[in-house]
């Protein structure tokens, strides 16, 4: 039977009404607002196009502010200056001393990249960062993976790392059947798995928060209850406010993630475990 069986013709037409209109919004939020249409086939897609706008955007950045370096220098140089001694003094010499200074414009240019696409949840049209899909935060933390494995065998030689990063000296050697596991899965599985999925959760959740208060306030708009349309008024404030939050966990997150990255490298090549 109906759910609106032994209405009126009237009362069942409302009703049908408001069954279309419910249909008609875009809830609740699917998996699919997160992979956004293909542009150029499956290899050219929405998220493609955004890291290589990001891409350059960094370059133009910086190719600007620097083009014509001042004593005194222009907000453009000024701001490029800023990033750059925030990411050198901050987190490379902060997290490796003075042997970070060498990896400071790397750092800086991986947290202008992930601080960029970040930013792109935000900005209309765009609306999502790439990510908030787990490839793009795998293949950053991949990158970051495979350089402070490159730098500590460079330094100490292939038997001597692996040695310095399973081995924990002092111990008694039974010990080293429980210690020896443990240790190759922090520093060979943890450490990358972690500073992809840290990245990826926090865009993921952002997202999709900004959509449940946005899509909510359409919902709530589209009943024929005043009082129930007024309160979507504090779902698009919320919308606002989470948007501006969003911003913060952006540049956030980007500063996290270039830390763990310089703490990393930075423990390959220290001289003790």
Do not use: C
Not at 12 to 22: C, E, F, H, M, N
Not at 137 to 146: N, R, T
Not at 184 to 203: E, S, W
Not at 216 to 228: E, H, I, M
């Amino acid at each position: 039977m109906p759910a609106h069986a032994g209405l009126s013709s009237a009362e069942d037409d409302t009703v049908s009404g408001r069954l279309v209109v419910a249909q008609e919004l875009p809830w609740p939020p699917g998996v699919g607002d997160f992979y956004p249409p293909d542009v150029a086939g499956p290899w050219v897609t929405k998220f493609t196009l955004m890291v290589w706008l990001a891409v350059g955007l960094v370059i133009i950045f910086y190719m600007a502010a620097y083009r014509n370096p001042k004593l005194v220098p222009s907000k453009g140089q000024w701001l490029a200056e800023s990033v750059y001694g925030l990411v050198r003094d901050n987190i490379a010499r902060e997290q490796m001393g003075n042997a970070g200074i060498r990896f400071a414009p790397y750092f800086t240019v991986l947290f202008s990249f992930i601080l960029v696409t970040n930013i792109f949840s935000i900005v209309p049209g765009l609306q999502i960062s790439p990510n908030s899909h787990i490839a793009f935060p795998i293949v950053l933390s991949a990158i970051s993976y495979v350089l402070y494995l490159t730098v500590g065998i460079r330094k100490h030689g292939l038997a001597k790392y692996f040695k310095m990063s399973l081995i924990l000296p002092g111990v008694p050697w039974p010990m080293h059947f429980l210690l020896v596991p443990i240790e190759f899965l922090q520093n060979f599985i943890v450490r990358p798995v972690t500073l992809a999925l840290r990245l990826f959760a926090n865009m993921f959740a952002g997202h999709l928060l900004l959509l449940v208060f946005t899509v909510g306030g359409f919902v709530l708009l589209a009943t024929d209850n005043p009082f129930v349309q007024v309160t979507s008024v504090f779902s698009f404030a919320m919308a606002i406010v989470m948007a501006f939050f969003e911003l913060l966990v952006a540049a956030l997150q980007a500063y996290v993630f270039v830390t763990l990255t310089a703490n990393y490298v930075g423990t390959s090549l220290a001289e003790e475990h």
